[in-house]
């Protein structure tokens, strides 16, 4: 049955869910479920995994592949396991051309026998760790309607219970990537109706998603929800995040403290001031000196030698000293 588990989830973000920001979400909520940016099989195969893999202080926190060869899939999840992932997670819901030509992402829409392959060789190689599935409403001139036969489809031939879907088909023809994240329209029913038809699937929903009210109310109807750029571009929603479970919202007087901490002690081991604070851009909207505090994140914390001191200026900017 359905868990609360994926009751708040925050996208998996090319470029902006790294290690870094990661570790400081955790700081904003202890239940959300974090997830990394995508990283391709090849990459872990071929690359370096160590680099692609690595993550401390994130927990819960879900990795997600993208790839559309079963055996490759299940040789990375082979190679992830070691790093402690609550979760593996596959990519069918990317619409960029890279990964079009490497016939990964949202293409796999139109073979949902081919993903329930791909599942079921992933989780044979993860063990315990769920496997789960991101993908779209449908593709290109699929009707939309075609997600109820996908979803029966990846249930009844591998063992993906949670499928979270981003509420919109994907143009992979003729729109970019950033216009298929808002062009294509919304169509909430119909997630909500994958939910009425598969009871027994943990349904998440994906897309558009903007404040804690929304997620109320499309709680009502599926098991989670997944923001993406209002969670990253407004972290102080992220505040608000453990309510859904029944538990205290944290506060930004009592988080910042431990943002500031963990920057010291990750700049003590040599890491860069800058990898921290352009994922905290997004605080303190609308309040006076932000404009101040923003650029000073912007400009000074990117020198080579910018310490936590240019932290403490950019709060001080605000009134947090």
Same mark, same amino acid.
């Given at each position: 049955?359905?868990?609360?588990?994926?009751?708040?989830?925050?996208?998996?973000?090319?470029?902006?869910?790294?290690?870094?920001?990661?570790?400081?979400?955790?700081?904003?909520?202890? &239940?959300?479920?974090?997830? *990394?940016?995508?990283? $391709?099989?090849?990459?872990? +195969?071929?690359?370096?995994?160590?680099?692609?893999?690595?993550?401390?202080?994130?927990?819960?926190?879900?990795?997600?592949?993208?790839?559309?060869?079963?055996?490759?899939?299940?040789?990375?999840?082979?190679?992830?396991?070691?790093?402690?992932?609550?979760?593996?997670?596959?990519?069918?819901?990317?619409?960029? %051309?890279?990964?079009?030509?490497?016939?990964?992402?949202?293409?796999?829409?139109?073979?949902?026998?081919?993903?329930?392959?791909?599942?079921?060789?992933?989780?044979?190689?993860?063990?315990?760790?769920?496997?789960?599935?991101?993908?779209?409403?449908? +593709?290109?001139?699929?009707?939309?309607?075609?997600?109820? #036969?996908?979803?029966? *489809?990846?249930? =009844?031939?591998?063992?993906? &219970?949670?499928? +979270?879907?981003?509420?919109?088909?994907?143009?992979?023809?003729? /729109? =970019?990537?950033?216009?298929?994240?808002?062009?294509?329209?919304?169509?909430?029913?119909?997630?909500?109706?994958?939910?009425?038809?598969?009871? @027994?699937?943990?349904?998440?929903?994906?897309?558009?998603?903007?404040?804690?009210?929304?997620?109320?109310?499309?709680?009502? #109807?599926?098991?989670?929800?997944?923001?993406?750029?209002?969670?990253?571009?407004?972290?102080?929603?992220?505040?608000?995040?453990?309510?859904?479970?029944?538990?205290?919202?944290? $506060?930004?007087?009592? !988080?910042?403290?431990? +943002?500031?901490? /963990?920057?010291? @002690?990750?700049?003590?081991?040599?890491?860069?001031?800058?990898?921290? $604070?352009?994922?905290?851009?997004?605080?303190?909207?609308?309040?006076?000196?932000?404009?101040?505090?923003?650029?000073?994140?912007?400009?000074?914390?990117?020198?080579? %030698?910018?310490?936590?001191?240019?932290?403490?200026?950019?709060?001080?900017? !605000?009134? #947090?000293?």
């Amino acid at each position: 049955m359905p868990n609360d588990s994926h009751r708040f989830c925050v996208a998996p973000m090319l470029d902006w869910t790294t290690p870094e920001c990661r570790a400081l979400h955790r700081l904003f909520t202890r &239940r959300a479920l974090l997830y *990394t940016e995508m990283v $391709t099989t090849g990459a872990l +195969i071929y690359g370096d995994a160590e680099r692609h893999l690595q993550h401390h202080g994130d927990a819960p926190c879900a990795l997600q592949l993208g790839g559309g060869e079963p055996e490759a899939l299940a040789r990375a999840c082979a190679i992830a396991l070691p790093y402690g992932y609550q979760e593996i997670n596959l990519n069918v819901g990317c619409p960029s %051309d890279r990964v079009q030509n490497n016939r990964i992402g949202a293409c796999l829409m139109d073979d949902a026998a081919l993903v329930a392959e791909c599942l079921g060789a992933m989780q044979a190689a993860a063990g315990a760790v769920p496997v789960t599935v991101k993908h779209r409403l449908a +593709i290109d001139e699929q009707d939309e309607r075609e997600v109820f #036969h996908f979803v029966k *489809t990846v249930a =009844s031939r591998s063992p993906c &219970r949670v499928f +979270i879907i981003h509420a919109r088909k994907a143009w992979l023809q003729g /729109l =970019s990537p950033k216009a298929n994240r808002d062009v294509p329209p919304l169509n909430y029913p119909l997630v909500y109706e994958v939910k009425r038809r598969f009871p @027994e699937l943990t349904i998440v929903i994906n897309g558009g998603i903007g404040d804690l009210a929304q997620c109320q109310a499309h709680l009502q #109807h599926v098991d989670g929800v997944m923001l993406g750029r209002a969670a990253y571009q407004n972290p102080e929603l992220l505040l608000l995040a453990d309510t859904l479970y029944g538990e205290a919202a944290q $506060t930004l007087d009592a !988080v910042l403290p431990r +943002i500031r901490a /963990l920057i010291a @002690e990750r700049l003590a081991r040599g890491e860069v001031l800058s990898h921290y $604070t352009r994922h905290l851009l997004g605080l303190f909207p609308g309040v006076r000196g932000a404009k101040i505090y923003r650029r000073i994140l912007s400009e000074d914390a990117r020198a080579p %030698d910018a310490g936590i001191t240019v932290f403490e200026r950019a709060l001080a900017a !605000v009134g #947090h000293i």
